[in-house]
């Protein structure tokens, strides 16, 4: 697919990337193409994916599969599910050691086009405030999260799976005890 071919060669974050604590080259990380009916729209790869080449192949993927009641197997299938976050290479890390956030000029360059080749999208996962702003013009992941009933079925808006948001999850049990169940039986039914 040409796109994706596309956005592989992409190196318009090349100078940002080099001058980030970690110093690294872009490597965009896609997982999509069309007919896939879920789109799982996330924040930026991390190191972890940065170095397999492989979207949430890292402790955050497999909270999202657990969340999403899936096994690797049907997470990556290319035919039912798209990996689409919303930068496709690691930001990098600050001075501090805290990742940077998604580029902006990612989405604004290649978000629109990839929608366009998923027009079999019937669910879509919207992990974290970027994804979030990005679809819904949300600003405040919890006051999202918590509305999830006015976007579903065909939207689900999911705090990032880090463990990172650990405290966020023991602060609202609702999450794993409404939200989960409801999103692994519309999933069940769409893969």
């Known amino acids: 697919m040409e796109l994706l071919e596309d956005i592989h060669a992409c190196r318009t974050c090349e100078a940002r990337f080099a001058a980030t ?13 069309p007919g896939a009916r879920l789109l799982i729209a996330g924040q930026a790869p991390g190191a972890r994916v940065h170095a397999s080449g492989k979207p949430f192949t890292d402790p955050s993927g497999d909270r999202l599969r657990d969340w999403m009641g899936v096994d690797e197997a049907a997470f990556y299938d290319l035919a039912r599910v798209a990996i689409v976050p919303m930068a496709f290479c690691f930001p990098g890390y600050n001075a501090k050691g805290s990742d940077l956030p998604p580029p902006p000029i990612c989405a604004k360059t290649w978000r629109a086009k990839v929608l366009e080749e ?33 976007h579903a079925p065909n939207v689900f808006p999911l705090p990032h799976p880090s463990w990172r948001n650990n405290h966020w999850l023991k602060r609202h049990p609702w999450f794993e005890t409404e939200l989960i169940p409801a999103l692994q039986t519309h999933l069940k039914a769409i893969l």
Do not use: M, Y
């Not at 604590?21 to 193409?33: K, S």
């Not at 919207?126 to 979030?132: F, V, Y």
């Open 21 to 33: 604590h970690t110093a690294h080259e872009p490597r965009p990380v896609a997982w999509f193409r």
């Open 118 to 150: 998923l027009p079999d999208v019937s669910c879509t996962l919207l992990i974290g405030g970027a994804a979030q702003r990005w679809h819904l013009g949300t600003k405040n992941v919890t006051d999202t999260v918590t509305d999830w009933r006015a």
